[in-house]
């Protein structure tokens, strides 16, 4: 199933990245694909195919009472593996790579299916680190669906070809 998952959220996300433009800029769908360049829309296109994937993973293993803790390291692998490897690589090379640019994209959605998956088989964590993980997915998804329609002035939302935030940013 960890192959499974994988893949087919790669799929979803790497079609993510054109849906915006394919929608004609359909702001309703620009809340789950990628409006712009920034790194902020590229974390995106990686969390929206693994929250739809919560639908099939939440029927498998939701049962399982590390379910909600599994899910939300999977979510934060994802958050903090982005911006760390791009701007990580950018330290060392001035430009952007665009072949780099996809292998993070890869790199992110696998440590997060793997992340979940060893959460999943760990020793039984509690129900308050249930509660405080369920409590924490709702907060990131609310600002995961915020964030584009209201985007920080952080470097992190920025698009690095137009300098401009959020829908704005779209050449």
């Known amino acids: 199933m960890q192959i499974a998952s994988i893949i087919i959220i790669s799929i979803?996300?790497?079609?993510?990245?054109?849906?915006y433009d394919i929608s004609g800029h359909n702001k309703f769908v620009g809340l789950f694909t990628a409006v712009n360049e920034s790194t902020w829309e590229h974390?995106?296109?990686?969390?929206?195919?693994?929250?739809?994937?919560?639908?099939?993973?939440?029927?498998?293993?939701?049962?399982?009472?590390?379910?909600?803790?599994?899910?939300?390291?999977?979510?934060?692998?994802?958050?903090?593996?982005?911006?760390?490897?791009?701007?990580?690589?950018?330290?060392?090379?001035k430009k952007d790579n665009v072949l780099f640019n996809v292998l993070i994209f890869?790199?992110?959605?696998?440590?997060?299916?793997?992340?979940?998956?060893?959460?999943?088989?760990m020793n039984y964590n509690g129900y308050i680190a249930n509660y405080i993980s369920v409590i924490l997915l709702a907060l990131i998804f609310i600002g995961y669906l915020s964030h584009t329609i209201f985007p920080g002035k952080s470097f992190i939302?920025?698009?690095?070809?137009?300098?401009?935030?959020?829908?704005?940013?779209?050449k």
């Open 106 to 121: 890869y790199i992110a959605i696998i440590l997060s299916q793997l992340s979940f998956y060893y959460v999943l088989n």
């Open 12 to 19: 979803i996300g790497t079609l993510s990245h054109f849906l």
């Open 43 to 93: 974390i995106k296109i990686a969390l929206t195919p693994t929250f739809l994937w919560s639908l099939v993973d939440g029927y498998m293993y939701g049962a399982n009472p590390n379910y909600f803790l599994a899910k939300l390291t999977s979510v934060i692998v994802i958050i903090i593996t982005i911006p760390l490897l791009f701007y990580g690589y950018k330290i060392f090379f």
């Open 157 to 170: 939302f920025k698009d690095p070809l137009t300098n401009k935030f959020g829908y704005k940013a779209h």
